[in-house]
Every structure is written in structure tokens, then in C-alpha cells.
């Protein structure tokens, strides 16, 4: 299991893929928006959406994991 954590503490402004889709590595996965600021959140490696651990609006820190791939 693959695991992409965020890097930095804020709240996440948008999920951009949902359970079951295929990723690649670069691919952006996820917005934070912290100090009104957008942070791109990429896959590190390629794989299939098992969970999403954090919906739109909701706050995150500093490697609190956010999605787990396959």
C-alpha cells in the first residue's frame, strides 16, 4: 500500500480523483490551500485510489496521510 501525505499544514480546497481511479506518478491528486496560497499535491509513483482520507474542507498537518494507493 502506497501512501501520499501532505506536505504542509491547510485545509484541502479540492480532491481531484475519486476511489478506483489509475494515477500516474506526477499526476496532481489533491489541492491544500494554506494562507491563501494553492499546494499542489502529487502522486509520487503510479497506482489505482484505494481510500481517501480527507474530503473538501477539511484541515490537515504536516503528513497526515491522504490517500492510499494500490
Same mark, same amino acid.
Do not use: C, R
Given at each position: 500500500?502506497?501512501? $501520499?501525505? #501532505? %506536505?504542509? #499544514? !491547510?485545509?484541502?480546497?479540492?480532491?481531484?480523483?475519486? &476511489?478506483?481511479?489509475?494515477? &500516474? #506518478? !506526477?499526476? &496532481?491528486?489533491? $489541492?491544500?490551500? %494554506?494562507?491563501?496560497?494553492?499546494?499542489?499535491?502529487? @502522486? @509520487?509513483?503510479? !497506482?489505482?485510489? &484505494?481510500s $481517501? +482520507?480527507? #474530503?473538501?474542507?477539511?484541515?490537515?498537518?504536516?503528513?497526515?496521510? +491522504?490517500?492510499?494507493?494500490?
Amino acid at each position: 500500500m502506497k501512501k $501520499i501525505e #501532505a %506536505s504542509m #499544514a !491547510g485545509t484541502v480546497w479540492k480532491v481531484l480523483v475519486e &476511489t478506483g481511479d489509475e494515477v &500516474t #506518478a !506526477g499526476q &496532481t491528486v489533491m $489541492i491544500l490551500e %494554506s494562507m491563501k496560497m494553492e499546494i499542489p499535491i502529487e @502522486a @509520487a509513483t503510479e !497506482g489505482k485510489v &484505494t481510500s $481517501i +482520507l480527507f #474530503a473538501e474542507g477539511d484541515f490537515v498537518n504536516d503528513g497526515d496521510v +491522504l490517500l492510499e494507493l494500490e
